[in-house]
């Protein structure tokens, strides 16, 4: 199923290139860059710890976390018109960023900088971001937009992140005990991780090919 991730992000990301001087209404590039860092950091630290070049692969996905949290609050900083909105995502940045800053100092005294997995900072991402996903759905639904929700783009995006991020923070939470959990617990666990990226971007592209028929 890894493939088939793989398959869909990086079909995400050429669409958003393609069509990315053709979307008017939002600025795109930090949601580009939410793709790209996806597709890129995943893939690359799969690729080379199968290949064996690197012993474990968290390094990427520590990378990952940082850098995709980030790249969304700045996406939606840039679209959200609703100032108490705002603010609250003013309010996520800081502390998302903070708790990622202290997890990784306290790694650092520890000798284990970037090695296990900071679940603490991405369970702390999902909820903020999740949050904010709400209140700007709730904004989309009190506005004009509503009217035509299905070509509009920033719906599409919302609502796919909001499927995997909302339904992930059960999943993230258990990371840390995962030593003492089954094999087939396991497997269970990341084949739904796989299956909500998948509809993630399932949405964004049926969301980048939908909305262009607005603009021909």
């Not at 004009?144 to 939470?173: H, M, N």
Request: charged fraction near 10%; glycine fraction near 4%; include cysteine.
């Amino acid at each position: 199923m890894n493939n088939l991730i793989y398959f869909f992000s990086f079909i995400s990301l050429i669409l958003f290139l393609i069509y990315r001087s053709k979307i008017k209404d939002i600025n795109i590039n930090y949601f580009i860059g939410f793709l790209f860092c996806m597709f890129t950091l995943d893939f690359v630290g799969y690729i080379l710890a199968y290949l064996k070049v690197i012993v474990t692969n968290i390094i990427f996905y520590n990378l990952l976390i940082v850098l995709q949290y980030n790249l969304l609050f700045l996406f939606y900083r840039g679209i959200i018109q609703e100032k108490n909105t705002k603010k609250f995502l003013t309010f996520s940045f800081y502390i998302f960023n903070l708790t990622f800053l202290i997890t990784s100092l306290y790694q650092i005294t520890q000798g284990l900088f970037l090695t296990p997995y900071n679940s603490i900072s991405d369970i702390i991402g999902s909820i903020l971001i999740s949050i904010v996903l709400i209140l700007y759905l709730k904004e989309v639904l009190n506005s004009d937009k509503i009217l035509d929700y299905k070509k509009t783009l920033s719906f599409w995006i919302t609502f796919g992140l909001l499927l995997y991020y909302l339904a992930s923070i059960p999943f993230v939470s258990i990371f840390p005990k995962m030593d003492g959990l089954s094999e087939n617990t396991l497997d269970f666990i990341f084949n739904v991780q796989r299956v909500l990226a998948i509809l993630m971007h399932s949405c964004f592209i049926f969301g980048i090919l939908w909305s262009q028929k607005k603009v021909k």
